[in-house]
C-alpha cells in the first residue's frame, strides 16, 4: 500500500483529528449559511496555515458538501520543485489526520495516459498547496476517492482542456488551490487582488494579466476559461488577508474562497 503522505499537518493545519474539528467547528459557527442558488462543481479555495485561510477555505467546502460527488480532483501549484507540466499522484492512499482517502489509482493513470503534460514525479507530492485541502475533503465528503494534480510552469490553456474533460462528469469535484498576493501592504494587496475577485467574477480572462498576482494563476485561469466555455457561475464567496489574523498590515497575504457551478 504506497501513501501520498502529510507533510505539512502539525504546521500548517493540526496533526490531531479533534483539533481539526474544532477548527472546523469554530469556522462553521462564524458564518450564516445561505442559499446559493448554485450546484456545485468545482471551488477555488485557499492554501495558507489554518489560522489564517481556513476559514475562507471551509465556507467553499461547507456550501460544496451537500452534493454528492465520487472524487474530487484537488489541482495546485508547485512552491519547491520546478517543473514543466504537472505530476498526478499514483500511490493508492492520501494520509490525513482525520484518517486516509482512497486515491482513484485507476482514474490518475487515465489521465496520465490522455495528457502528456501529467507525469508522475513523487518529489511534487511533498506540497502544501493541495495537501492544505485534504483535511477539509475527508471531513465533508466520506467516502469520497481522491485525484492530485501539481503543477509547474504550464499553459493555462492545456489545464482548461483537462477541467473541461473533468466537467463532463458530474460526479467530478474540482478544486483549485490558490493564495492571491504575496507581502504587499494591506492597501496595496486588495488593489491588486481587487484585480483578481473581479476577473473570477466577471470571468474576465483578460483581466488577469493587468495585475493579478495569484500563485496559483494558472489553475485560477483554467477554471474560470472552463466556466466560460462550460456556461458555470463563478461567485466569490470570501476574501480576507492575513491582517485579519496578524494585526501587521506592512506584509499581508491575501486569500480568497469561489464557488463554481450551475
Given at each position: 500500500m504506497t501513501m501520498?503522505?502529510?507533510?505539512?499537518?502539525g504546521s500548517f493545519y493540526p496533526n490531531d483529528e479533534k483539533e481539526i474539528k474544532k477548527y472546523i467547528e469554530h469556522f462553521n459557527n462564524s458564518f450564516t449559511v445561505n442559499n446559493m442558488d448554485i450546484t456545485p462543481r468545482a471551488i477555488i479555495s485557499p492554501h495558507a496555515g489554518y489560522i489564517y485561510s481556513g476559514f475562507t477555505a471551509n465556507i467553499a467546502f461547507n456550501l460544496s458538501s451537500k452534493q454528492k460527488f465520487k472524487r474530487v480532483i484537488v489541482i495546485g501549484p508547485s512552491h519547491k520543485v520546478y517543473i514543466k507540466g504537472a505530476s498526478i499522484a499514483l500511490y493508492d492512499e492520501y494520509e490525513t489526520p482525520l484518517g486516509n482517502i482512497k486515491i482513484d489509482k485507476d482514474f490518475s493513470l487515465e489521465l496520465k495516459e490522455k495528457y502528456d503534460f501529467l507525469d508522475f514525479d513523487e518529489e511534487l507530492h511533498y506540497e502544501h498547496s493541495t495537501e492544505t485541502q485534504a483535511p477539509f475533503i475527508k471531513n465533508y465528503f466520506e467516502g469520497l476517492e481522491i485525484v492530485e494534480i501539481v503543477y509547474g510552469k504550464l499553459d493555462f490553456n492545456k489545464l482548461s482542456l483537462l477541467i473541461d474533460?473533468?466537467?463532463q462528469d458530474k460526479n467530478n469535484f474540482i478544486v483549485i488551490s490558490t493564495d492571491l498576493s504575496h507581502f504587499y501592504t494591506q492597501d496595496e494587496a486588495k488593489k491588486l487582488d481587487n484585480i483578481c475577485l473581479n476577473a473570477i467574477a466577471n470571468k474576465d480572462l483578460e483581466l488577469f494579466d493587468k495585475g493579478c498576482e495569484a500563485c496559483g494563476l494558472t489553475g485560477v485561469k483554467a477554471i474560470v476559461n472552463s466556466s466560460l466555455k462550460n456556461n458555470l457561475i463563478t461567485k466569490v464567496?470570501?476574501?480576507?488577508?492575513?491582517?485579519?489574523r496578524t494585526k501587521d498590515d506592512s506584509r499581508v497575504v491575501g486569500y480568497t474562497s469561489v464557488l463554481i457551478g450551475e
Amino acid at each position: 500500500m504506497t501513501m501520498r503522505r502529510a507533510v505539512v499537518s502539525g504546521s500548517f493545519y493540526p496533526n490531531d483529528e479533534k483539533e481539526i474539528k474544532k477548527y472546523i467547528e469554530h469556522f462553521n459557527n462564524s458564518f450564516t449559511v445561505n442559499n446559493m442558488d448554485i450546484t456545485p462543481r468545482a471551488i477555488i479555495s485557499p492554501h495558507a496555515g489554518y489560522i489564517y485561510s481556513g476559514f475562507t477555505a471551509n465556507i467553499a467546502f461547507n456550501l460544496s458538501s451537500k452534493q454528492k460527488f465520487k472524487r474530487v480532483i484537488v489541482i495546485g501549484p508547485s512552491h519547491k520543485v520546478y517543473i514543466k507540466g504537472a505530476s498526478i499522484a499514483l500511490y493508492d492512499e492520501y494520509e490525513t489526520p482525520l484518517g486516509n482517502i482512497k486515491i482513484d489509482k485507476d482514474f490518475s493513470l487515465e489521465l496520465k495516459e490522455k495528457y502528456d503534460f501529467l507525469d508522475f514525479d513523487e518529489e511534487l507530492h511533498y506540497e502544501h498547496s493541495t495537501e492544505t485541502q485534504a483535511p477539509f475533503i475527508k471531513n465533508y465528503f466520506e467516502g469520497l476517492e481522491i485525484v492530485e494534480i501539481v503543477y509547474g510552469k504550464l499553459d493555462f490553456n492545456k489545464l482548461s482542456l483537462l477541467i473541461d474533460d473533468l466537467l463532463q462528469d458530474k460526479n467530478n469535484f474540482i478544486v483549485i488551490s490558490t493564495d492571491l498576493s504575496h507581502f504587499y501592504t494591506q492597501d496595496e494587496a486588495k488593489k491588486l487582488d481587487n484585480i483578481c475577485l473581479n476577473a473570477i467574477a466577471n470571468k474576465d480572462l483578460e483581466l488577469f494579466d493587468k495585475g493579478c498576482e495569484a500563485c496559483g494563476l494558472t489553475g485560477v485561469k483554467a477554471i474560470v476559461n472552463s466556466s466560460l466555455k462550460n456556461n458555470l457561475i463563478t461567485k466569490v464567496l470570501h476574501y480576507c488577508t492575513s491582517f485579519d489574523r496578524t494585526k501587521d498590515d506592512s506584509r499581508v497575504v491575501g486569500y480568497t474562497s469561489v464557488l463554481i457551478g450551475e
